[in-house]
């Protein structure tokens, strides 16, 4: 690694349940161990392949150089980034000196951008060269921030921004290799933004320790969490190695980044692409031979699909063992669709939130909603007295014990969310669910989304998995939409398959009443040559209600 002997580990410091010291004593384990591949430009051959060695002392270059800066601990840096060596090696040198790491959408335009900086309180940013002009003109509405880091060259003619930015590879070389950043705790900060696509974003406030267990699994998402520190070091050093965790979402979304943090917590390889491109992504699990990939929801699983029937038909998927999405849920038509293509790879259809980490995993039933087996943290309860419903009772989903402490700059929204019972800290989530006699979970769909037509509730995501049943529908979102007689009225936004005819609006409804009761059937039909997701696939309502608000 380079490191002068003296420094080289951080001995006789404790590891706690800190990000950065976890990594760092799995790093010194594996030291040679593949743990990273980013495929640049998939196809053409460029490619960056870092030992767990190697990225430890990228990291430590730019930490030190982040710190040289006037970087302190408890302040917080922008990861303004496409996926890529230089977003995780920003995150763990901001871990590494106690700094704070905010994922920043790279979609935003300026003045989003500005209320996101301002919001986050962000002194420093590393951004991608192409995103120059955006932050330009972001950067005179956010005082606070005084450093920028930029990743290549910015576009011919971009207008620079006000703070000069510091080249990255040269702020990389100018940085020590070495680690001298003292102790760390548990108790350090780790922001999460939520992806603002039902209100403006909102900065989730993590203490490390609990967004371990609660994100990461403790070390062990489907097995048992480590009692200790050190554990997670043992358990790599006991292991063998073989898993190759592709983390196909962008790391901006909480998903993505939390996949990536358990395959360095398993001492194995992660694989990165830039951007999401369906058949390089089926040729990567075939060349790195992937054991899991992780995505988000049908906007990234249904052109995988169409991929592997299609052009990519025949494409080696044996190392493949599961495929999980997180943060939207996958339609029973994309899952059907999916296990008779890799019948031998499972199909996990998580339930988790920025506020939550992991709470279950989708039941295999179809036709009957989004089932979900919880964990012993997560209940369904009354949204005021915040005690357990009966079966059978709406509520909203719950989960206690690791939770955030918050949100960051927003104590009102704060105290709505996030409460305490007999001693427990809980947070509620936004989605509206029932529990069963068994303890299974059916979600109902987001409260901020249900629409409320002449006093029966319509949740969006149940009539968005009928649409999506039928053969000319390829993703569709569903809201609600103004109305004198009824107070609102369903009104569904599709994308028809490429190559098919739209069918009638009467078709489509008439396809629904076979699926759903009369009051949840769409009364009004809006083609659209693309449904707007976020880069992750998460859906984007406000935009939805924007063309649904057209609709005669």
């Not at 920043?104 to 301002?118: D, I, K, Q, S, T």
Request: glycine letters at 10%; aromatic letters at 8%.
């Amino acid at each position: 690694m380079g490191l002068p002997p003296s420094t080289g580990r951080r001995s006789n410091v404790a590891v706690d349940y800190n990000l950065a010291d976890l990594f760092e004593s799995v790093v010194d384990t594996v030291p040679a161990r593949e743990a990273l591949v980013h495929l640049d430009h998939p196809g053409d051959g460029t490619e960056r392949r870092l030992t767990y060695a190697a990225l430890d002392e990228a990291a430590n270059r730019l930490a030190h150089h982040l710190r040289d800066s006037g970087v302190r601990p408890g302040e917080h840096v922008g990861l303004h980034l496409y996926n890529g060596v230089a977003y995780l090696q920003t995150l763990w040198a901001c871990l590494k000196i106690r700094a704070v790491p905010v994922n920043v959408n790279y979609r935003y335009v300026a003045g989003e951008l500005a209320y996101l900086y301002r919001d986050a309180d962000l002194v420093a940013l590393v951004f991608d060269g192409e995103f120059t002009e955006r932050v330009a003109g972001a950067l005179p509405e956010a005082p606070a921030l005084r450093h920028l880091l930029r990743v290549g060259a910015p576009p011919e003619g971009a207008p620079e921004p006000g703070v000069a930015p510091v080249p990255f590879a040269e702020a990389e070389a100018s940085g020590a290799p070495w680690r001298d950043f003292g102790p760390r705790s548990g108790d350090d900060r780790f922001v999460i933004y939520t992806g603002g696509t039902t209100g403006m974003p909102k900065g989730v406030l993590w203490r490390q320790e609990d967004l371990f267990f609660a994100g990461l699994g403790g070390g062990a998402p489907t097995g048992e969490p480590v009692k200790r520190p050190e554990e997670l070091a043992e358990r790599v050093a006991a292991g063998g190695e073989g898993l190759v965790f592709f983390a196909a979402a962008p790391l901006m979304h909480g998903t993505s980044t939390l996949t990536a943090l358990i395959g360095f917590d398993f001492g194995q390889k992660v694989v990165l692409h830039r951007k999401f491109t369906p058949v390089e992504v089926l040729r990567t699990v075939a060349k790195e031979r992937v054991t899991g990939v992780s995505l988000v929801g049908d906007a990234m699983l249904r052109p995988l699909v169409d991929a592997l029937a299609g052009p990519l038909r025949g494409t080696d998927c044996s190392s493949l063992l599961t495929v999980s999405s997180s943060g939207a849920v996958l339609s029973d038509t994309v899952r059907e669709e999916f296990a008779a293509l890799l019948p031998g790879v499972a199909l996990l259809n998580n339930f988790g939130s920025s506020e939550s980490g992991f709470n279950g995993t989708a039941t295999e039933d179809r036709g009957r909603g989004f089932r979900l087996r919880v964990n012993a943290r997560t209940a369904v309860v009354d949204p005021v007295t915040h005690e357990p419903v009966p079966p059978g009772t709406p509520g909203r989903v719950a989960q206690r014990g690791h939770v955030p402490l918050g949100y960051h700059n927003d104590p009102a929204k704060s105290a709505e969310t996030f409460f305490r019972l007999r001693g427990e800290r809980w947070v509620l989530l936004g989605d509206m669910a029932t529990v069963d006699a068994e303890g299974v979970v059916t979600v109902l769909g987001r409260g901020s989304q249900c629409i409320n037509t002449g006093g029966e509730k319509v949740y969006p995501e149940e009539v968005e998995q009928a649409l999506k049943a039928h053969p000319a529908v390829y993703d569709a979102l569903v809201t609600g939409v103004p109305d004198a007689r009824w107070g609102q009225r369903v009104t569904a936004v599709v994308q028809p398959r490429e190559g098919a005819t739209p069918p009638p609006p009467e078709a489509l409804r008439a396809h629904c009443r076979t699926r759903l009761a009369g009051y949840k059937v769409p009364r009004a039909v809006v083609y659209t040559d693309r449904v707007r997701r976020s880069p992750s696939g998460k859906a984007d309502y406000r935009w939805a209600r924007e063309v649904a608000a057209g609709a005669p």
